[in-house]
Nanobody, 118 residues
Framework: QVQLVESGGGWVQAGGSLRLSCAAS????????MGWARQAPGRQREFVAR???????NYADSVKGRFIISRDNAKNTAYLQMNSLSSEDTAVYYC????????????WGPGTRVTVSS
């Protein structure tokens, strides 16, 4: 089973930037895509961004133009560069990975909290 470790969350003032990292580890797996979702207090978890093994990316409309997702395939790590942050971006951010290990599976990280102060 693949495990994910997220880092980079924290507190930032509105207009600032943060960079989240997500490292996947395990044995004999092949990553197909990695992504991020977030859950704000009192709200459902929502999609943020996704990047495939072919570097095809897609974003939620709410973050398009401000967030950039990228990958380091050699390190099985995904990054989320978040710019022009606002209080609306305050949430717990969860990394996810779609991978093949005997079959197609999905794993989620424990989450990292991002707080944007206005």
């Amino acid at each position: 089973q693949v495990q994910l470790v997220e880092s980079g969350g924290g507190w930032v003032q509105a207009g600032g930037s943060l960079r989240l990292s997500c490292a996947a580890s395990g044995s004999r797996f092949s990553i197909r895509a990695m992504g991020w979702a977030r859950q704000a207090p009192g709200r459902q978890r929502e999609f943020v961004a996704r990047i495939t093994s072919e570097d095809i990316t897609n974003y939620a409309d709410s973050v398009k133009g401000r967030f950039i997702i990228s990958r380091d395939n050699a390190k099985n790590t995904a990054y989320l560069q978040m710019n022009s942050l606002s209080s609306e971006d305050t949430a717990v951010y969860y990394c996810n990975v779609e991978y093949i290990q005997d079959s197609m599976q999905t794993a989620w990280g424990p989450g990292t909290r991002v707080t944007v102060s206005s």
